[in-house]
């Protein structure tokens, strides 16, 4: 962690907010990146008077919306294909996909939204958006919004916190395994409840 961190420290110095805007919009393609311990140390550089906590917001919004949108365009370009090729193993069958596809016409826009605020979901939730040809406004609208909240909760997090910052994230470490645990349970429940839920409304249950 805190060789994360004194590298995070080294490229804010190095480059300032530029840091931040690599770092969002690289995450956006679900590669692996820095993206909360940016956020949070430029949260606390904005304390510290270093950098500008308008600009640091709108700087990381716009990364993570540029991201978010070349994520979007390849899957919704060449998705369908390369999904119904490579990764089958997930739509299993042609209703399978059909049901998630209607689900996220009925519902994408809360999915982005939130997808955008949760770690990690934030990595991959354009693909589904672009696979499903969710229109782009849309997307684009709730991708900003939920790119926002994230920013403006992080960062005032690290401006909250100042120096403490380090220790902070060191002490999230402990928890990350029972929160995606929790996250992987909620997502079993609400299968389990929207399954039963079509049951009794005479539609075709997820296959």
């Known amino acids: ?83 119904l090729k490579y990764f089958r193993f997930i739509f ?17 826009d809360i999915v982005v939204l939130i997808g955008r605020i949760i770690s990690g979901v934030r990595a991959v939730i354009s ?7 969710m229109p782009y406004w849309r997307f684009l ?12 909760l992080a960062v005032t997090a690290g401006y909250i916190l100042g120096p403490h910052v380090v220790q902070a994230l060191e002490a999230t470490k402990h928890y990350e395994v029972p929160v995606a645990a929790g996250l992987i349970l909620l997502i079993g429940l609400w299968y389990l409840y929207d399954r039963n839920k079509r049951k009794r409304q005479g539609q075709a249950p997820l296959p």
């Open 1 to 83: 962690m805190l060789t994360i961190f004194h590298t995070v420290s080294n490229w804010l110095h190095a480059v300032g907010v530029l840091a931040i805007f690599l770092v969002l919009f690289v995450e956006c393609f679900g590669l692996p990146s820095p993206d909360e311990i940016i956020l949070l140390f430029s949260g606390y550089l904005v304390s510290a008077h270093r950098f500008s906590y308008p600009i640091v917001i709108l700087t990381a919004v716009l990364g993570s919306t540029l991201g978010a949108t070349g994520a979007y365009l390849l899957a919704r370009l060449g998705g369908r294909k390369i999904m």
């Open 92 to 108: 299993r069958t042609p209703e399978r996909l059909a049901y998630w596809e209607e689900y996220f016409a009925r519902r994408g």
């Open 127 to 133: 693909y589904p958006a672009g696979l499903f040809e």
């Open 141 to 152: 609208l709730y991708t900003v919004a939920g790119s926002l909240i994230w920013a403006l």
